[in-house]
């Protein structure tokens, strides 16, 4: 087993990545064609040209590439501990006139209207980005199950616990090579 010293020394923050469709006007394309290939296996074939599933699913597999080619895959990294509190700190819970902190702010100790668009910021290490891109990707370019996406995964990446991470799929193609 390493020791300790040797394993601090090539500490390294957790990070993740998130993919992310910057084109998700075809995403009704999509689900317009997969309706239509649903419909289509359900009517039996009358011909020898089939029911047309086959053209159907070809179009479907060449859109999901090109969404795939519109999809970045955002590479976020945590902070150390003193530069995360500094963060929150920057960020305090919103009060009212009597002094009453804001229910949602409360519940996590931030300012949640400042807070979650700092901490993607902050947090998002690929692509880099000047502020003129941020607004366009913050602004419109993103959706709001996309920006929550992003929160989220900055969020975990500072505040869940860093595990090992487990792929039954390489578990089960390993298990029987002799590989421990």
Known sequence: MTDFKTLLAGAKLPERTVPICLRGDLTAEFEELEQQLDDALRVPASSLEGDGSAAIAERIEA?????????????????PHPAWRAFCAEHPPREDDEGK????????????????????????????????EWQTLLGGA???RQFTEL??????????????????????????????
């Open 63 to 79: 859109l999901r590439a090109q969404m795939q080619a519109h999809t970045y895959r955002f590479r976020l990294r945590a902070m």
């Open 142 to 144: 993103l959706t709001d």
């Open 101 to 132: 902190v804001d229910e949602r702010d409360r519940l996590i100790g931030v300012n949640t209207e400042t807070f979650y668009e700092a901490l993607v910021r902050r947090s998002v290490v690929d692509p880099q980005l000047d502020d003129a």
């Open 151 to 180: 929160a989220e995964t900055a969020w975990a990446l500072n505040r869940r616990e860093v595990d090992i991470p487990f792929s039954p799929a390489a578990s089960r193609m390993t298990r029987g090579s002799g590989s421990e």
